[in-house]
């Protein structure tokens, strides 16, 4: 448990600037931009982010017994057990062969949430958008606007470009880290390690009401096989798929198993809700498992996953419980932006996007 007593949740703990309507705005616009050449290019709309999916799962989530007063809020206010839907990705807008190296992302679909939930959330799911890093790459939704113009940019750049430019940030990247550093930047533009997308640990970055308090999440390994991929060299050149191919393999031959972490908020200064780009130090606040996620062997990557996670889902964090309300300018920018990106997904391709009420439609 943390070192000091949680921060109380307040319904002033947010301090919106008075401009994010107009950034939300520009960013809906240059999410359309991306998605407009990508669908041209493959005619097939795909996400504005995370674009290209690795692996499609289907597990269950095991809320733990005997937890602290101030961790059992929410989807883990007392023990359950829950289908979850998982799709593990890359960031950018379109689909690039592996050798391109970016952050990853796991978004995490808990099915048949009861409770109160948030507005314009009208299914029985619980959301978490995570990515490989505990905090984001920009402070504010003002700050990530000039990222996003900067990737739909560079959207019809040729891959030739893509990847040398990659593989330049990952030798300067990792100069960095035989020095004990860690360029988030250069991470976020190419230059992530080549290493096994399962070994990774994924965080929310930015936090959410958790309950009567505020928090971070985390989903982190602990099964031997998924522990023993974290930081593994994975050689993925002349393979465009290589991280799919490797997840497929893992999945043919192994379960895995993760844990839910949480991070309460227990110092004001320490950990702002406003600057997403700050992280939360563990020393004053330690992750904390609240739930275990298992996944069996399966096939992680066929059409109908494909068709009904890919296609028929959306992920965000703005679906789920009152009690989990995502906080901060970047969430707030999720607000505004993951609907009608989800929107240009259904309209383009025909398929609509719902929240599901169980998962006996996805085989394995």
């Given at each position: 448990?943390?070192?000091?007593?949680?921060?109380?949740?307040?319904?002033d703990?947010?301090?919106?600037d008075?401009?994010?309507?107009?950034?939300h705005?520009?960013?809906?616009?240059?999410?359309?931009?991306?998605?407009?050449t990508?669908?041209?290019?493959y005619?097939?709309?795909?996400?504005g982010?995370?674009?290209?999916?690795?692996?499609?799962?289907?597990?269950?989530?095991?809320?733990?017994?005997?937890?602290?007063?101030?961790?059992?809020?929410?989807?883990?206010?007392?023990?359950?057990?829950?289908?979850?839907?998982?799709?593990?990705?890359?960031?950018?807008?379109?689909?690039?062969?592996?050798?391109?190296?970016?952050?990853?992302?796991?978004?995490?679909?808990?099915?048949?949430?009861?409770?109160?939930?948030?507005p314009?959330?009208?299914?029985?799911?619980?959301?978490?958008?995570?990515?490989?890093?505990?905090?984001?790459?920009?402070?504010?939704?003002?700050?990530?606007?000039?990222?996003?113009?900067?990737l739909?940019?560079?959207?019809?750049t040729?891959?030739?470009?893509?990847?040398a430019f990659?593989a330049?940030l990952?030798?300067?990247?990792?100069v960095?880290?035989?020095?004990?550093?860690?360029?988030?930047?250069?991470?976020?533009?190419?230059?992530?390690?080549?290493?096994?997308?399962?070994?990774?640990?994924?965080?929310?970055?930015?936090?959410?009401?958790?309950?009567?308090?505020?928090?971070?999440?985390?989903?982190?390994?602990?099964?031997?096989e998924?522990?023993?991929?974290?930081?593994?060299?994975?050689?993925v050149?002349?393979?465009p798929?290589?991280?799919?191919e490797?997840?497929?393999?893992?999945?043919?031959?192994?379960?895995?198993?993760?844990?839910?972490?949480?991070?309460?908020?227990t110092?004001?200064?320490t950990?702002?809700?406003?600057?997403a780009?700050?992280?939360?130090?563990?020393?004053?606040?330690?992750y904390?498992?609240?739930?275990?996620?298992?996944?069996?062997?399966?096939?992680?990557?066929?059409?109908?996953?494909?068709?009904?996670?890919?296609?028929?889902?959306?992920?965000?964090?703005?679906?789920?419980?009152?009690?989990?309300?995502?906080?901060?300018?970047?969430?707030?920018?999720?607000?505004?932006?993951?609907?009608?990106?989800?929107?240009?997904?259904?309209?383009r391709?025909?398929c609509?996007?719902?929240d599901?009420?169980?998962?006996?439609?996805?085989r394995?």
């Open positions: 448990m943390p070192l000091h007593d949680p921060i109380p949740y307040d319904d703990a947010e301090s919106p008075p401009g994010e309507a107009a950034v705005e520009e960013m809906i616009a240059t999410f359309a931009t991306i998605q407009e990508t669908s041209g290019h005619g097939h709309a795909v996400r982010v995370h674009a290209k999916s690795h692996g499609l799962l289907k597990g269950r989530l095991e809320v733990r017994e005997g937890l602290a007063p101030a961790l059992a809020q929410g989807l883990v206010a007392t023990p359950g057990s829950y289908e979850v839907a998982l799709r593990l990705s890359t960031n950018p807008g379109d689909i690039l062969d592996d050798s391109v190296s970016t952050p990853r992302g796991l978004a995490v679909k808990v099915v048949g949430v009861e409770g109160a939930r948030l314009d959330s009208p299914g029985t799911s619980q959301d978490f958008v995570l990515a490989n890093a505990p905090a984001f790459v920009a402070p504010d939704a003002k700050a990530f606007l000039r990222s996003l113009k900067l739909a940019a560079t959207t019809d040729p891959q030739i470009f893509k990847k990659s330049t990952r030798g300067i990247e990792g960095i880290e035989s020095l004990g550093g860690k360029s988030p930047t250069l991470i976020a533009l190419g230059g992530h390690p080549e290493t096994h997308l399962l070994g990774e640990t994924f965080y929310s970055q930015v936090p959410l009401r958790w309950g009567d308090y505020v928090a971070k999440v985390a989903v982190a390994p602990v099964s031997l998924l522990t023993a991929l974290t930081g593994a060299a994975l050689n050149n002349g393979k798929n290589g991280l799919r490797a997840v497929l393999a893992y999945f043919s031959a192994h379960e895995a198993v993760w844990e839910l972490r949480v991070q309460l908020r110092n004001a200064r950990m702002p809700i406003e600057d780009s700050v992280p939360w130090p563990e020393h004053e606040s330690p904390v498992a609240v739930a275990t996620i298992t996944v069996p062997r399966q096939s992680s990557w066929d059409e109908g996953r494909i068709k009904a996670i890919d296609d028929g889902f959306a992920f965000s964090p703005w679906n789920g419980l009152a009690a989990h309300r995502p906080l901060g300018s970047i969430m707030r920018a999720r607000r505004a932006a993951y609907p009608r990106s989800a929107d240009f997904r259904a309209t391709n025909g609509p996007i719902h599901p009420r169980d998962l006996s439609g996805i394995g």
